[in-house]
């Protein structure tokens, strides 16, 4: 099932350290973010980074879409290490192709742009499409993919709900066609149906994309249905790494297990969130 | 295919609808509307009236000197036989003038300086610093320095002044840009590959603007009210030309014999700054996004 041979994306032991500086010199503190995480992507493929709040989930993503840069460690995409690529080069080669949906879906919007026209510049700097109607056409095709109605597409993004936004920032990410999308939370504010609905589209455009996920998440039920490879982040070491099959059969540490656990089984009786 | 199009139709009525709704906004709030409607009929008044009156300001009449209110001068004359209505309204046209001036060049420069301030950090600092120096200097002594280089002039004022205000506009849009930049929009609109120009001026400026109006607004009413003094101590409109500032300074050694000489300018100086602020407190109602969202 899991194809090693040609990793689309290599996470080469990256650390992470956040220098906070306090009052006085000696204040100053060093926050290790993440350690040593290394995993490889392959194509095709999803990987689930699980783990709890404050893990080092999201930096990861970031670091991932050069939006920051690691302490050490390399990060390679198709054979290119682009961990010291200048912005320039980046644009040129990696942007576009490494597509990130946000955690907070409405910060990741212009509140003064409407959701339409944001999806439109998304295809105007990635110069696809010839006329601005040309854009629109596809701006609408994406709207309409990701369940929203293209009437929708002229509101601001203070006219929509939550999940609906999730939804216009998968749009946006998905209609420059990306080679890797990270997902972050993306599904885990949506509603049962609704987030059945996301991932099935996911699901889809990954055969008509040939697209690989990392989705992140703190939810490990939705994670069974759709990840080839997990990793579980712990204090910003990856704890443990494996098939679906290998971390779910046999969870190695009793973090993974804990985190097993939280998912609510169906047997009323056992309705906690937490297994004792 | 045919909702595509559909929505292709509907383009231009929907940027109408976009900036409809700040006119909406704008429609709907009274201190807006009456600050804004006062100040262009005082605008129009201190443009057209002197214009279409042909009404003189500048000629000394010794038999006329000092005349209390009447028919003929509903404002009285001063000390050297001028109308002073036809001085307050040409006092008011310099005033004005000098206000959206400086307002004008202080508001275009401080937004591209704060713009700037708050994407390039080193750079920011920088100019932060220099802009902290200009505002430790009261405009009157800049004023002497361009009166001394270019001659006693509205332009030398107006120079002054904006050296001034610019520091004050930069630091508004400067920390309103810095908010934006820690937005996750933009480090989408840098994920996908965008420069630095569509960031600052396709996607940051719309969030900026509102607060930008609002400051220069401030800074239009501010520039009057310094212009006032500093014509006030001399260093200000020159001679004969009118100011409110030169006139109430020609009034000072006349307020108990010729009250009109001072109450009229002040009155006027008085109202037209209430009216600035009226209008840029209105603006920045309409432009809060708590009450927008
Ligand atoms: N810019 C920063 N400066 C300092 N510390 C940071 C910074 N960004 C993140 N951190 C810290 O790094 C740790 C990991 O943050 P991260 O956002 O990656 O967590 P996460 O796994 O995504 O958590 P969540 O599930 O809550 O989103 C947190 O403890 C956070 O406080
Ligand atoms: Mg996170």
Redesign the interface.
Request: one cysteine or more; a positive charge.
């Given at each position: 099932m899991t194809n090693q041979e040609n990793p689309i994306l290599q996470v080469n032991s990256i650390y992470k350290d956040f220098i906070s500086r306090g009052l006085t010199r000696k204040g100053a503190s060093v926050f290790h973010a993440l350690q040593n995480v290394s995993f490889e992507l392959a194509g095709k493929q999803t990987y689930a980074l699980v783990g709890e709040s404050g893990s080092g989930k999201s930096t990861t993503g970031?670091i991932i879409?050069?939006?920051e840069k690691p302490t050490t460690g390399s990060i390679v995409f198709e054979g290119n290490n682009y961990t010291d690529y200048s912005p320039s080069l980046?644009?040129e080669r990696i942007?576009?192709n490494?597509?990130?949906v946000?955690q907070?879906p409405f910060?990741?919007?212009?509140?003064?742009?409407?959701v339409?026209n944001a999806i439109v510049?998304?295809l105007e700097?990635?110069k696809i499409g010839d006329s601005r109607?040309d854009r629109?056409?596809m701006a609408?095709?994406m709207i309409?993919r990701v369940g929203l109605s293209?009437k929708q597409?002229?509101r601001f993004p203070?006219q929509f709900s939550g999940g609906q936004l999730q939804r216009v920032n998968i749009a946006?990410a998905l209609v420059?066609r990306p080679k890797i999308l990270i997902l972050d939370e993306s599904v885990s504010a949506l509603d049962v149906s609704v987030q059945a609905q996301v991932l099935n589209l996911l699901q889809d455009l990954k055969e008509e994309f040939s697209l690989s996920y990392l989705f992140i998440t703190h939810d490990l039920s939705v994670v069974r249905f759709i990840a080839d490879r997990i990793g579980v982040l712990r204090k910003g070491e990856l704890v443990e790494e494996g098939t679906v099959e290998q971390i779910f059969g046999n969870p190695r540490t009793d973090y993974t297990r804990n985190l097993l656990g939280s998912i609510p089984l169906p047997d009323p009786r056992r309705h906690q969130l937490m297994a004792a | 295919m045919t909702?595509?199009t559909?929505?292709?139709h509907?383009?231009p009525a929907?940027t109408r609808?976009?900036s409809n709704s700040w006119w909406n906004a704008v429609l709907s709030s009274p201190s807006t509307m009456i600050g804004g409607g006062l100040l262009l009929l005082i605008a129009l008044a201190c443009v057209l009236v002197p214009w279409l009156g042909n009404m003189d300001g500048y000629t000394t009449n010794t038999s006329a000197m000092l005349l209390s209110p009447s028919a003929g001068h509903p404002m009285g004359t001063d000390n050297v036989g001028r109308d002073t209505f036809t001085r307050v309204l040409l006092g008011g046209k310099a005033s004005l003038t000098v206000g959206i001036s400086v307002a004008a060049i202080s508001g275009v420069i401080g937004f591209v300086v704060g713009l700037y301030a708050a994407y390039y950090p080193k750079i920011g600092y920088l100019l932060m610093r220099i802009c902290d120096g200009l505002m430790a200097f009261p405009a009157i002594l800049f004023a002497i320095v361009f009166i001394g280089s270019f001659g006693q002039s509205t332009r030398s004022v107006v120079l002054a002044l904006s050296i001034v205000f610019v520091p004050m506009v930069a630091r508004v849009v400067r920390s309103a840009t810095m908010t934006n930049m820690n937005?996750?929009?933009v480090?989408?609109?840098?994920?996908?590959?965008?420069?630095s120009f569509?960031i600052l001026w396709?996607?940051i400026v719309?969030?900026v603007i509102g607060a930008w109006i609002v400051e220069v607004t401030f800074v239009f009413a501010d520039a009057i009210l310094v212009e006032a003094a500093m014509s006030f101590i001399g260093a200000g409109i020159p001679q004969p030309q009118a100011s409110w500032g030169n006139m109430l300074y020609d009034s000072r050694t006349y307020i108990y014999s010729a009250w009109w000489m001072t109450v009229f300018p002040g009155v006027a100086l008085a109202l037209t700054v209430f009216v600035i602020n009226m209008f840029g407190d209105g603006l920045r109602e309409v432009f809060d996004?708590k009450r927008r969202?």
């Open positions: 970031r879409c050069a939006l980046l644009r942007r576009g490494i597509q990130m946000f907070d910060s990741a919007l212009n509140p003064r742009k409407a339409g510049e998304a700097i990635q109607s629109l056409d609408v095709d309409e293209s597409i002229d203070h946006r420059v | 909702e595509a559909a929505v292709t509907n383009k929907k609808r976009g937005e996750n929009y480090q989408v609109l840098v994920n996908l590959g965008s420069g569509r396709k996607n719309l969030n996004p969202r």
